[in-house]
């Protein structure tokens, strides 16, 4: 696992390298880089197309994700973006329809990152201040979307509730929720299962399809899609 808790990451994805300021003295949680948004994007970096070069003889390597990372057309927005990690990765990767979004108190260290990054990523970022529970600022982001990005949100057990609605309202009927998670808390844990059961079909992503480099047994990503009406 490349994390650190030095002030500065550096994350490679594909021929780019992120460079990601944290301030880990900050009062607020989305000022450090969390470790799941760095094994998502490492995960997508494994198997969004093109793949690098798997071909073995006159094989090559099968693609389980192919249909997962085809990010044209799509359109993503990330909750509790923090240093923006997740949302500049996946926008290296071909997800370059998207929107980064966090509560305000956060945005300072987003809008510092966006900028270090901006000879890498070719533009600024979209972004916008969300608070879950605000739905005339869930409706100003002119949802559904294809994609809702969330790492590391789960850990207060009074944000459950809102975090979940919000990403049912953000989602498309045929969308995807890409959550990277870690236990927090054992009882926003709970909860946050059991709302998502009743809204999402839930498929967890087997280790070995993480990147080998950027997993460990604490961390999974998880694909949350709607269940269909009866």
């Not at 608070?131 to 949100?153: E, G, S």
Request: proline residues 7%; hydrophobic residues 40%; contains cysteine.
């Amino acid at each position: 696992m490349k994390f650190t808790d030095s002030p500065v990451i550096e994350l490679p994805v594909r021929n780019a390298v992120l460079s990601l300021q944290q301030d880990n003295g900050s009062m607020h949680v989305g000022t450090s880089v969390w470790p799941c948004s760095l094994v998502l994007v490492k995960f997508a970096d494994r198997w969004a197309p093109p793949l690098p070069n798997t071909s073995t003889g006159t094989e090559s390597t099968p693609n389980p994700y192919s249909d997962l990372f085809d990010f044209r057309s799509k359109r993503a927005v990330e909750l509790g973006t923090g240093c923006g990690v997740s949302g500049m990765g996946l926008y290296l990767l071909g997800l370059t329809n998207l929107v980064l979004t966090d509560i305000a108190p956060v945005m300072p260290a987003l809008k510092r990152n966006l900028k270090i990054n901006k000879t890498v990523l070719g533009k600024t970022l979209k972004y916008s201040v969300l608070y879950w529970n605000k739905l005339d600022q869930i409706k100003t982001l002119n949802p559904p979307f294809d994609f809702v990005i969330a790492t590391d949100v789960v850990y207060i057990e009074e944000t459950v509730g809102p975090l979940v609605s919000a990403m049912e309202a953000l989602l498309s009927d045929n969308g995807v929720v890409l959550l990277g998670y870690q236990l927090r808390s054992p009882e926003a844990d709970k909860l946050f299962w059991e709302l998502c059961v009743k809204v999402f079909d839930i498929e967890k992503v087997p280790h070995e399809d993480l990147h080998p480099d950027y997993a460990y047994e604490e961390t999974n990503i998880y694909l949350l899609r709607r269940k269909k009406k009866q």
